[in-house]
């Protein structure tokens, strides 16, 4: 790891981080955040079964190791191997985690057996949510795990502020509120030329304002 630098181990599931052939938004998120804070990150990726387990470079300051597995179920096992092996091989200064599911079931675990801290990634409303917890039985059993994980962060982000305060209210501490870096943001706010036609088709007659949301269609999005 580079002197002066946080070194992070981040375990997730953003398949974005694992692109070979270009440079993807996730990469590049990912390096402009090493450069800020500044930090050394390995991210180890859960991938698709065949895979290849080749790491993959994101600059200078971030690393890719991709973990493929053929269920979902078996990363936890996979993970927790790959990752031991990383903190055996180099100095961490922390572990973190994507979210508090099944990233955060590994985290956990290797936070405890390294003596490192634990920070929590938060972005979505489910953790207590009544409507995601009445939809199958196996959220009942992540909302369990994600609650003990949870307890066991030394630190936990979101990127809503919503988010953040209900788990205050619910009693988790050391809450920050990271708004999501968009790197491409100016290309996202170019003009189009369709955009007559969409505000036409959308609106017709009406003067509006319009708005847009950009979200997962599911229940616990309370999207009305």
């Given at each position: 790891m580079s002197e002066g630098r946080i070194a992070i181990l981040n375990i997730g599931l953003d398949r974005d981080l694992l692109a070979r052939d270009r440079q993807s938004e996730a990469q590049r998120r990912q390096s402009i955040y090493a450069d800020g804070i500044p930090a050394s990150i390995v991210h180890l990726v859960k991938a698709p079964a065949g895979a290849s387990h080749e790491a993959i470079s994101c600059g200078?300051?971030?690393r890719v190791m991709p973990c493929p597995v053929s269920h979902w179920a078996l990363f936890p096992f996979?993970?927790?191997r790959l990752a031991a092996r990383e903190l055996r091989n180099a100095r961490f200064d922390m572990v973190q985690v994507q979210e508090p599911y099944l990233c955060g079931l590994v985290g956990a675990m290797l936070a405890l057996r390294f003596r490192l801290p634990l920070v929590v990634g938060v972005f979505s409303d489910e953790v207590d949510n009544?409507?995601?917890l009445a939809e199958r039985r196996l959220n009942r059993v992540?909302?369990?795990v994600?609650?003990?994980v949870l307890r066991r962060a030394a630190a936990i982000r979101g990127d809503s502020r919503a988010v953040v305060e209900r788990l205050a209210r619910s009693g988790y501490r050391n809450l920050?509120?990271?708004?999501?870096?968009i790197t491409n943001a100016d290309r996202l706010s170019a003009p189009s030329p369709e955009t007559a036609a969409v505000w036409a088709r959308l609106l017709g007659s009406r003067a509006g304002p319009l708005a847009v949301a950009v979200i997962r269609l599911e229940a616990e999005k309370n999207v009305s």
């Open positions: 200078e300051q971030v996979a993970a927790m009544p409507v995601w992540a909302n369990a994600a609650k003990w920050t509120y990271v708004p999501f870096l």
